[in-house]
Every structure is written in structure tokens, then in C-alpha cells.
């Protein structure tokens, strides 16, 4: 008697990959902007960067229906918080949150993969990188989604950045300047467009410092 | 005599519940949105297989005179790769007790963070802390309500109480265990070789830790799963202290350096007439 294994699942992957490193003053966080389905490109020009507060944007690849409720789950709390704290929620405080909200949905996740850059309460920059159902962990520089395992090593050579758990502490952000960091991304890109077929279009980088935001495009190979 | 059961009930609601994230129930356990399936531990099977927990780990915790040592490796695997070289293993529950992680990492994240908030409030009602024995307790019921859902917890609470260091095995199966030397995880077997090997009771703190140092580094080079930065704590009467976190790669030099060969003769090309 063979159990009957559902035809339909309720979800899709969108594809896309999703990067964010953390500066000295400043943070950068950058995604594709191409979402699939299957073989098929659903649209070229698609946002995966969501603005959760002042100093804090979160990236997500995965299933964008998914991801597109996060989004909204973690706006709302802001404003909530916003009204009852009068004042914005901090980076770190907004990365516990989003680790609370993918594990209320433990048995039944998220198809996101998120990245949360921004900065912290002293103005240095900070990335959080997060699995499907929460758990989480304060980085330097991370890369999610379907290009994630092309661009991670060579971030890995490109930043080597001394793990936060070694004794006496090291600081776990880039020496690299902004300009620096923005064209590193460019380069991370570029290369992941050439051997992923889910990553392409273009580009969405933004820039955060103690100056504000800033948007920044680049175009990827369309094919 | 009225005997109250209100312990061994189970606080996980089966289905739906109220999304918890407005209210304030901290004591209760949180409610969780369930799949509408009639096959759940399908279900389950095919979300674990997308979401693909990290897991492969070797942690450790020792008894000794001087109180509790616990160790723990860094690294994050997702079947074959590496997904994190830098994950934090050893959780900081307060500041007399650790947690540590083995499993899925976001089951134990979460937890151990509850679990906090657990002790935190028993502090609270009770004015005295909470022990380890009554702080592991919680932690156990609360996983045994939700066996068979599919959490994946195998964790080491440590800490320092009314009745000196305590130390105690607790899994998502509902297990606990009370012991004086335990390891978890994939590379438990190679560490559980060097603790065994060289464990005594009377060791001063340096040599406990690095005895536990030892045999997390044993345990990264033979285990493919474990690697990246040892982490050394101890507990004490006054709480714990982070005593070390060293690259295991860089260990492994320091524990058996390369000596530089010596050349004898060193030979020229053979100039071919």
C-alpha cells in the first residue's frame, strides 16, 4: 500500500543570488534582478533589495511569493515598532527579528534565502546571513542564493576576512573602501552571470553610509 | 489529593494557533503555523530536503575540579559544501550557563534563546537563579512536545549552580542525560579518543583547556564535516569566560611543525650531449 505523494507543491524557486559586505563605515548590499521559473525568465527587471528601515535592507532569493510576504511581515513590525519605541530599529535588532519570524515558520518555511546588510548602532557595517528557518550569524561579507557557491570563494580570496569567533577578537569588516567594495560586487556578478544561468540582467547594488543611501545599476549579460 | 499534570502536557498546539508574534506569552511555547497536508512527515522529509539544515559538528564538555570545560568547532555544512566556517557553536544562554549546538542550527539558535528567556523569567518569579538541573528540564520538555515533528537538537548545558558545576545531555528526541564528559556530533568519536585518553579530575584550568583543545583539532582533521575555529570555555563559580578560539589550521602547525628538510646534496641537471 504505497502512500500517495502530492503532484503540487506549494513552491517554486525564482532563482537569483543575493550579495552584502560590511565596510569599516559603510555597507553594500546587491542582487540580480532576473526571476525564473523552470527554464523560463519571468522578468529581467525584478527587485530582490527590500528597505526594512533607515539602516537596515534586506536581499532575498528563493521564492519570491515567500520572500514578497517576509517583506511585508517584517515592514509591518517596523511600523509597529516605530509607533510603540518612537524611533527606528536597529540593524542587529531587526536581524534577531527576521530570525523570529523565518522560525515561527518552522514546519512549514520560507523559501527565502536572505541577506540583511546595513549599519549598526556605531555606524560600522554590518551583514547578517541567515538559512531558510532562521538561524543566523553577524559576517563580514555573504552571498545566498543560486550563485551563492560561485561567488563565496572567491570572496573568500578577495576578502579573507578573520572569523569573529577568534581570541583576541579581530575585526570581521573589510579594510576595503566603498569604491572598492562596490566594483568587487560588480566583478562577483559578472563572473556568477558567465557559469549561473539563474543569475543575469542586471544588477541592483545600494550603498549605505553615515551620508545616506545610494542606487547604483549595472547590466549583466541577458542570455 | 489532587495531583497536578499540568507539567506533562503538551504546550504544542496541533494545529494552527495564533501567529505569537504580537502577544506576549512568553511562558507558553510558541504556536506554529502547520502545513494543511495529510502527509506531515512527507511534508516535512521533502522541506527539510529543500532547506537542507546545516549539521556535521563535533562539540565537548568535561567535569573537572575546577568546573566545566566546553569546546566546540565552527563550521556549517549543507550536505557537501561548506556553508559557514565561522558559526557560533557555543551559546551564551546567561552569563553562568552555555548551550551548545548540534543539529539544525536555527532549532538550537532558537532554543537556547528561549530557554533564556525561560531562566530570565524563573530568576524573575523566584529571586534565586535557576539551576542547571531545572534549566536542562525545561529545555527537555519543551523538545519532547514536539518529538516526531521533526527538530533536530543535540546540545550540552553547562553550568555553575547552588550545587557546584553541572552537566547535562539534552536531544530533540526527549532524552537527558546527567554526566561529567560528553561529545556530540560527527566528530565525537575522535574527540571522545583524546578526552578519554587524557581526562584526570584534578587539572588546573589551562590544562583542561587544552585538553579540550586538543581534541576539537583531533576531531577537525579526521572529520570532514568539523573544522574551522576551536572555541574554548570555562565555567566557574563566578560564570563562564571564553579562555580561546584558535584556526584549526593554524593549530595544526603549532602542534607538529614542519621541520625544514636537510639537503644533502643538491643535484644539478645532467647536461644532455
Redesign the interface.
Known amino acids: 500500500m504505497t502512500?500517495e505523494?502530492?503532484n503540487w507543491?506549494?513552491?517554486d524557486n525564482n532563482g537569483g543570488t543575493c550579495v552584502a559586505i560590511a565596510g569599516a563605515d559603510y555597507c553594500v548590499i546587491a542582487a540580480d534582478t532576473r526571476m525564473s521559473t523552470g527554464y523560463s525568465i519571468l522578468t529581467r527587471d525584478y527587485s530582490k533589495i527590500c528597505k526594512l528601515a533607515d539602516k537596515s535592507f534586506m536581499a532575498s532569493s528563493g521564492f519570491q511569493a515567500d520572500v514578497k510576504a517576509l517583506q511585508k511581515?517584517l515592514s509591518s513590525?517596523h511600523l509597529?515598532y516605530q509607533h510603540q519605541h518612537n524611533k527606528q530599529m536597529s540593524c542587529p535588532a531587526m536581524a534577531q527579528l527576521l530570525?523570529?519570524?523565518?522560525?515561527?515558520?518552522?514546519?512549514?518555511?520560507y523559501?527565502a534565502f536572505n541577506v540583511l546588510g546595513g549599519l549598526d548602532s556605531e555606524g560600522k557595517g554590518c551583514v547578517f546571513?541567515y538559512?531558510?528557518?532562521?538561524?543566523?550569524?553577524r559576517?563580514g561579507y555573504s552571498a545566498q542564493g543560486s550563485g551563492a557557491?560561485l561567488i563565496t570563494p572567491f570572496l573568500d580570496n578577495q576578502l579573507k576576512s578573520p572569523?569573529?569567533?577568534?581570541?583576541p577578537a579581530k575585526d570581521a569588516v573589510t579594510p576595503l573602501s566603498e569604491a572598492e567594495a562596490v566594483d568587487l560586487v560588480k566583478t562577483c556578478f559578472s563572473s556568477a552571470t558567465e557559469r549561473d544561468i539563474y543569475t543575469g540582467d542586471s544588477v541592483e547594488i545600494i550603498i549605505l553610509n553615515a551620508n545616506g543611501v545610494r542606487r547604483e545599476t549595472e547590466q549583466l549579460r541577458r542570455d | 489529593m489532587k495531583l497536578d499534570f499540568s507539567g506533562l502536557e503538551s504546550s504544542a498546539p496541533l494545529y494552527g494557533g495564533n501567529n505569537g508574534l504580537l502577544c506576549d506569552g512568553f511562558s507558553d511555547a510558541p504556536s506554529f503555523d502547520l502545513p494543511v497536508t495529510s502527509d506531515f512527515d512527507g511534508f516535512q522529509k521533502n522541506s527539510i530536503q529543500m532547506v537542507k539544515p546545516a549539521k556535521g559538528t563535533t562539540t565537548l564538555a568535561f567535569i573537572f575540579k575546577e568546573g566545566v570545560m566546553v569546546a566546540a568547532d565552527s563550521r556549517a555544512s549543507m550536505g557537501g559544501y561548506i556553508s559557514s566556517q565561522s558559526v557560533k557553536k557555543i551559546i551564551e544562554i546567561n552569563p553562568y550557563m552555555l548551550g551548545t549546538m548540534a543539529g539544525g542550527a536555527a532549532d538550537c539558535q532558537f532554543w537556547h534563546r528561549n530557554l533564556g528567556i525561560k531562566c530570565r523569567l524563573h530568576e524573575l518569579a523566584n529571586k534565586r537563579r535557576i539551576s542547571v538541573t531545572g534549566a536542562s528540564k525545561l529545555l527537555a520538555n519543551i523538545l519532547y512536545s514536539y518529538r516526531g515533528m521533526g527538530l533536530s537538537v543535540g546540545t550540552m548545558i553547562a553550568g555553575w549552580d547552588e550545587k557546584g558545576p553541572g552537566l547535562y545531555y539534552v536531544d530533540s528526541e526527549g532524552g537527558r542525560l546527567k554526566g561529567t564528559k560528553f561529545s556530540v556530533g560527527s566528530g565525537s568519536p575522535y574527540a571522545y579518543g583524546v578526552l578519554d585518553s587524557g581526562y584526570k579530575y584534578d587539572m588546573t584550568i589551562d590544562e583542561a583547556a587544552e585538553l579540550a583543545r586538543r581534541a576539537i583539532y583531533h576531531a577537525t582533521f579526521r572529520d570532514g564535516a568539523s573544522g574551522g575555529v576551536a572555541s574554548v570555555y570555562h565555567v566557574g563559580p563566578t560564570g563562564w569566560t571564553k579562555l580561546s578560539g584558535d584556526d584549526v589550521g593554524e593549530l595544526h602547525y603549532s602542534y607538529y611543525p614542519v621541520e625544514p628538510a636537510i639537503v644533502e646534496q643538491e643535484m644539478t641537471e645532467a647536461i644532455v650531449a
Do not use: C
Request: proline content about 8%; overall charge positive.
Open positions: 502512500k505523494h502530492a507543491s506549494p513552491y511581515v513590525r509597529i530570525s523570529n519570524t523565518l522560525y515561527y515558520k518552522r514546519f512549514f518555511p523559501y546571513t538559512d531558510a528557518v532562521g538561524s543566523y550569524e559576517v557557491t572569523s569573529p569567533l577568534l581570541l
